[in-house]
């Protein structure tokens, strides 16, 4: 979850979070030579300043690889088709507060969509994490899509409404923030924690397992 250096920028972020415009724009197709297992992928790709997808198969072969930008990658629909069951993997660089954050609702509706067996992200900052999302054989992937995007008014007002808390707080200046670099990253904090419960509970629901892993 990117963004930077503002309480209005945070907002803006949130709704960009919450938006669906991962996966379209111009494709950038890649060699997959440089990626030879999901661990060392992840640990090559994390500090990256534009966003990059890489696709394993069920043998842990790379299979393909996407570069995007700052904020999102593209790639084919023709060719997500096929990576039912696959493992996905793909960079959040660093934004707000110098963090890179948890999945966007484009990366959960990608999951669902094309069925990936595993879609992770790995997030840039110190003390970030990966954050994943495993289908089990009980998942009901549209069903959890349309959770999801029936959701978004009522997230998209909660996680609002921790950043508008903070930002309260800092400006009567209750003695909680040192500063108000220290409020913003409390916001957004606060407001990614909010968005991580609920994936957490709600995949639970449809059949799919939702973790973050150092």
């Not at 690889?65 to 793909?90: I, L, M, N, R």
Request: glycine share 10%; net charge positive; hydrophobic share 35%.
């Amino acid at each position: 979850m990117g963004g930077r250096g503002s309480f209005s920028n945070l907002a803006k972020t949130i709704d960009e979070v919450l938006g669906g415009s991962s996966g379209t724009g111009k494709v950038e197709e890649i060699d997959v030579a440089p990626f030879k297992t999901l661990d060392q992928t992840e640990n090559l790709i994390r500090n990256k300043k534009r966003e990059v997808l890489v696709v394993f198969n069920e043998n842990g072969e790379a299979i393909k690889a996407y570069q995007g930008d700052s904020k999102s990658v593209a790639f084919p629909v023709a060719e997500a088709q096929k990576w039912k069951g696959c493992t996905v993997t793909h960079c959040h660089p660093k934004g707000i507060e110098g963090f890179g954050g948890t999945f966007s609702f484009a990366d959960m509706r990608n999951a669902t969509v094309f069925e990936f067996g595993s879609h992770r992200a790995c997030a840039a900052g110190q003390g970030e994490k990966n954050y994943i999302l495993r289908t089990t054989n009980k998942a009901r992937p549209m069903e959890f899509n349309r959770r999801i995007a029936a959701d978004i008014p009522w997230l998209r007002e909660r996680m609002h409404e921790e950043v508008r808390n903070v930002k309260k707080a800092y400006q009567d200046k209750t003695g909680e923030f040192k500063n108000y670099a220290h409020a913003l990253h409390v916001a957004r904090q606060r407001s990614v924690g909010f968005l991580n419960r609920y994936y957490r509970q709600t995949a639970e629901q449809y059949g799919y397992v939702y973790r973050t892993q150092k």
